[in-house]
């Protein structure tokens, strides 16, 4: 997508805004209801076959208005069953989408930017550096493109059930068009998925954490990694802008502002790294009493990395330390990692990088 027209993408378009474009068309603000259902539920993308329309408010649609989705570049289909998209983003640029099929659910992993910025030491997309933020249609089309390649389940409904912001990007670093994003995915007329179904995964830009539990408050993955401050600068460089005490007090105050809200620390195993029984006392220090689930995730090599997987004894020996010391600890099945759709394996296609190193400006150009 992202073509140069002066024509409104309603594609990403949520109710308030959907119906705001009616009114100053002149026309009755319950037509966006209407074309919501049509684009999200229906999968419809042409005006002429909304037929509940009036043919002149069809036409008028026609002339001002578009329904663009990302372009499909690729699609693979991994031994387990994940499916990966590689989705155009324009000028030479591609993001990874990821569907994880399971029998009581089908979780979507969807991109919020072109690349990262945060520049996190194990991760695929930061080595790919950061060109620019998806816009609210480019994300919600993710959604759209995956719904309508995939077969429904055997009720009837989509085949994605949840939907995590956990592909390429840094969520909160694009704020201002994944709230929209995430209005369609909750909202009754188009996806109509629980709170507790839109996970938002962040590296820690705690303004952000803050804003999101006013706004929304879907559930929150943090991307942790690290027991101490000392080894999450390395891992993670946001850290040094916002060290783990402020981190976890957003946390806290996220949770509490939903009843019986729990946050999601995602921990990569990194052999030798950050996977010893005295990292995971820390990290049991740092999380007892307070409303935490820790998800272990071995760690998915790409070229150029310097860290390993940790052992399968060694995540099992962290994984039961943490449950002695009362914590809730999974360990994230790796699915998808013949076709490079693993977590953390994401890279996508990523020129022209605008931003490379992580800074205060970078976070601030990449928010706006």
């Given at each position: 997508m992202h073509q140069v027209t002066d024509k409104k993408n309603l594609l990403g378009l949520p109710q308030g805004e959907l119906e705001s474009c009616f009114s100053e068309m002149g026309e009755k603000p319950f037509h966006a209801r209407q074309v919501m259902r049509w684009i999200h539920q229906r999968g419809i993308t042409d005006f002429e076959a909304m037929t509940d329309l009036s043919?002149?408010?069809?036409?008028?649609?026609?002339?001002?208005?578009?329904?663009?989705?990302?372009?499909?570049?690729?699609?693979?289909?991994?031994?387990?069953?994940?499916?990966?998209?590689?989705?155009?983003s324009g000028?030479?640029?591609?993001?990874?989408?990821?569907?994880?099929?399971?029998?009581?659910?089908?979780?979507?992993?969807?991109?919020?930017?072109?690349?990262?910025?945060?520049?996190?030491?194990?991760c695929a997309t930061g080595a790919q550096g950061f060109n620019r933020n998806l816009a609210a249609a480019e994300i919600i089309g993710q959604v759209w493109r995956a719904n309508q390649a995939l077969p429904r389940r055997s009720n009837g409904d989509f085949a994605v059930t949840n939907v995590v912001f956990m592909g390429m990007g840094e969520p909160l670093a694009n704020y201002r068009h994944i709230l929209p994003a995430i209005d369609l995915l909750l909202s009754d007329l188009a996806y109509g998925l629980s709170r507790r179904r839109v996970t938002v995964s962040t590296s820690g830009i705690v303004p952000h954490i803050d804003r999101l539990g006013d706004e929304c408050n879907v559930s929150l993955a943090?991307?942790?990694?690290?027991?101490?401050?000392?080894?999450?600068?390395?891992?993670?460089?946001?850290?040094?802008?916002?060290?783990?005490?402020?981190?976890?007090?957003?946390?806290?105050?996220?949770?509490?502002?939903?009843?019986?809200?729990?946050?999601?620390?995602?921990?990569?195993?990194?052999?030798?790294?950050?996977?010893?029984?005295?990292?995971?006392d820390e990290l049991a220090d740092l999380l007892d009493g307070k409303p935490a689930k820790v998800n272990l995730i071995p760690f998915n090599p790409f070229s150029g990395?310097?860290?390993?997987?940790s052992a399968a004894d060694t995540i099992r020996h962290f994984q039961a330390r943490l449950r002695q010391r009362g914590l809730v600890a999974t360990t994230r099945r790796t699915r998808g990692d013949d076709i490079d759709a693993a977590c953390g394996q994401l890279a996508g296609k990523v020129s022209d990088r605008v931003r490379k190193r992580l800074s205060e400006k970078t976070i601030r150009m990449a928010s706006a």
């Open positions: 043919k002149s408010l069809r036409q008028r649609l026609i002339e001002s208005a578009r329904i663009e989705l990302p372009q499909v570049l690729s699609q693979q289909e991994s031994a387990d069953g994940t499916v990966k998209w590689l989705f155009s000028s030479g640029q591609a993001i990874e989408t990821v569907f994880i099929p399971e029998p009581d659910r089908g979780t979507l992993c969807i991109s919020s930017q072109v690349g990262c910025a945060l520049d996190c030491a194990f943090v991307s942790l990694h690290a027991p101490n401050d000392a080894l999450r600068d390395r891992l993670v460089p946001i850290n040094k802008l916002h060290p783990i005490a402020s981190l976890l007090e957003a946390c806290w105050l996220y949770a509490s502002k939903r009843a019986n809200r729990f946050i999601t620390f995602e921990y990569v195993m990194l052999r030798d790294v950050n996977d010893s029984l005295q990292h995971a990395t310097e860290f390993r997987r």
